[in-house]
């Protein structure tokens, strides 16, 4: 069974940082781009890293460029995203997914391969 299992999420305050872990299991992901989206209560999930199969390219969301990065250990079959710079308005359920070889875009409905069940991240002010 293919699983992507999101950790790391907690409650920190602002400024503080953290990092999510996303360890995939049932196949290895070498060969396919993966991602973090958030989704927030009322709002749709939304885009907010991507990385290459290789991991050669990187790719981030304007509203966490220069505070989140995102990296891949193919060894370990694992994702992460470090988040330094924490606001309240990252404040959501993170989520990671992979598709098969090339990265579909921002929008979370191209990314239809495999998804996370998330991680709940949580900044107060």
């Known amino acids: 069974q293919v699983q992507l299992v999101e950790t790391g999420g907690g409650t920190v305050q602002a400024g503080g940082s953290l990092k999510l872990s996303c360890a995939a299991s049932g196949r290895t992901f070498n060969t396919y781009a993966m991602a973090w989206f958030r989704q927030a209560p009322g709002n749709d999930r939304e885009f907010v890293s991507a990385i290459s199969w290789n991991g050669d390219n990187t790719y981030y969301a304007d509203s966490v460029k220069g505070r989140f990065t995102i990296s891949r250990d193919h060894a370990k079959n694992t994702l992460y995203l470090q988040m330094n710079g924490l606001k309240p308005e990252d404040t959501a359920v993170y989520y990671c997914?992979?598709?098969?070889?090339?990265?579909?875009?921002?929008?979370?409905?191209?990314?239809?391969?495999?998804w996370g069940l998330g991680t709940q991240v949580t900044v107060s002010s």
């Open positions: 997914t992979a598709h098969k070889l090339h990265m579909p875009g921002t929008n979370y409905r191209d990314w239809d391969d495999y």
